[in-house]
């Protein structure tokens, strides 16, 4: 067996065989950075809200040093999660939307609502995977070209029955 064929028979088929895996684990993180706001909710964060009897059992003892709101002063998005929040039978909800009081609710606020107080915290952030702009781009690339690398000896096989025929006639 020459040099040749034994390059295009084992070993570019193997390095294809990498590439293509390699590439694999490339687009699909990739591929999902680039669509994952459309699918998911990334970006807006859980609040978990407390009924007013956990909130005075929490804080029956100590006087908190919390961030306290009145509801009215909370943005519409804000607004919207708290009372979903409250009607939730496990007491938390998405904030979709504006959250200008995000740091505040992240340390533990009290909101007073209805002339109860409901003690707020965000439970879960709920970021958005990040990848670099060129991950995509390049593990197409590489499963395209090792795919030709896979492809590589039935294609070198029709390439010496060519050059045979041709010497033959």
Excluded: W
């Excluded at 028979?9 to 993180?29: D, E, H, K, R, S």
């Excluded at 995000?102 to 009290?110: C, E, P, Q, V």
């Amino acid at each position: 067996m020459s040099d040749e064929s034994i390059l295009f028979t084992y070993i570019a088929p193997f390095v294809g065989v990498l590439l293509v895996a390699v590439g694999i684990g490339g687009a699909v993180p990739g591929g999902y950075a680039i669509i994952q706001d459309e699918i998911t909710t990334c970006n807006q964060p859980t609040i978990a809200v407390e009924g007013p009897e956990e909130t005075a059992q929490r804080f029956n003892t100590t006087n908190p040093e919390l961030a306290t709101f009145q509801f009215e002063e909370l943005s519409r998005s804000e607004q919207q999660a708290f009372v979903n929040a409250t009607e939730d039978p496990v007491g938390e909800a998405r904030v979709t939307g504006e959250f200008p009081n995000g740091n505040a609710f992240r340390n533990g606020s009290i909101v007073t609502y209805e002339g109860e107080q409901h003690y707020v915290t965000v439970v879960a952030e709920n970021p958005c995977f990040v990848a670099p702009e060129l991950q995509f781009p390049l593990g197409v690339f590489a499963i395209i070209f090792g795919l030709i690398g896979i492809l590589s000896p039935p294609i070198y096989r029709k390439l010496i029955e060519l050059e045979e025929r041709a010497n033959v006639e």
